[in-house]
T-cell receptor, first 109, second 116 residues
Framework: KQEVTQIPAALSVPEGENLVLNCSFTDSAIYNLQWFRQDPGKGLTSLLLIQSSQREQTSGRLNASLDKSSGRSTLYIAASQPGDSATYLCAVYTDKLIFGTGTRLQVFP | DTGVSQNPRHKITKRGQNVTFRCDPISEHNRLYWYRQTLGQGPEFLTYFQNEAQLEKSRLLSDRFSAERPKGSFSTLEIQRTEQGDSAMYLC??????????????FGDGTRLSIL
């Protein structure tokens, strides 16, 4: 059974820091891995999708890597801003999305 | 691109009542998914449709839950005889299958259900 774990569960940092959020999964037989952002009371916004054959994807200040063999992905956020404060979820896609419990990020001025 | 739309945004009802939620996917997407999210947890898969066919249902989807997508466009999720444990955010997502299974899912803002 596929299980997805995210650490840390919560993170509070001053503005400007570079951050690394971690995601691990137990079964490497995945089609892709997706990182989402969720603001309080809102739905999910897709940030990055990495195909199983890819190693990383970049969008602006975000970079996500995937090591399928070790069952790990990281989301790197450069030069964090208060507007980055949200919960970040990773999910692996087999025939459905299986989510981790998220990392709650707070960036203070 | 109008995105995935869910209605209502919030629903408060008494235990034992029936509730129905609606999801309008992105128009060209043929796959539609329902998830449930409780506080502090990631979303959990409930069911999904490809066009009008319901292809998979999670064991989380008890007999009190039913989902339909009659014309392969919008979908409804009905909960009968609601219970306290049904309180959650119900999220809908859609995707295309234009290039196989590796398409991102796009989520709506969800319907938050509160059972009194």
């Amino acid at each position: 059974k596929q299980e997805v774990t995210q650490i840390p569960a919560a993170l509070s940092v001053p503005e400007g820091e570079n951050l690394v959020l971690n995601c691990s999964f137990t079964d490497s037989a995945i089609y892709n891995l997706q990182w989402f952002r969720q603001d309080p009371g809102k739905g999910l916004t897709s940030l990055l999708l990495i195909q199983s054959s890819q190693r990383e994807q970049t969008s602006g200040r975000l970079n996500a890597s995937l090591d399928k063999s070790s069952g790990r992905s990281t989301l790197y956020i450069a030069a964090s801003q208060p507007g980055d404060s949200a919960t970040y979820l990773c999910a692996v896609y087999t025939d459905k999305l299986i989510f981790g419990t998220g990392t709650r990020l707070q960036v203070f001025p | 691109d109008t995105g995935v739309s869910q209605n209502p945004r919030h629903k408060i009802t008494k235990r034992g009542q029936n509730v129905t939620f609606r999801c309008d996917p992105i128009s060209e997407h043929n796959r539609l998914y329902w998830y449930r999210q409780t506080l502090g947890q990631g979303p959990e898969f409930l069911t999904y449709f490809q066009n009008e066919a319901q292809l998979e249902k999670s064991r989380l989807l008890s007999d009190r839950f039913s989902a339909e997508r009659p014309k392969g466009s919008f979908s409804t999720l009905e909960i009968q005889r609601t219970e306290q444990g049904d309180s959650a955010m119900y999220l809908c997502a859609s995707s295309s299958t234009g290039q196989g299974d590796n398409q991102p899912q796009h989520f709506g803002d969800g319907t938050r259900l509160s059972i009194l």
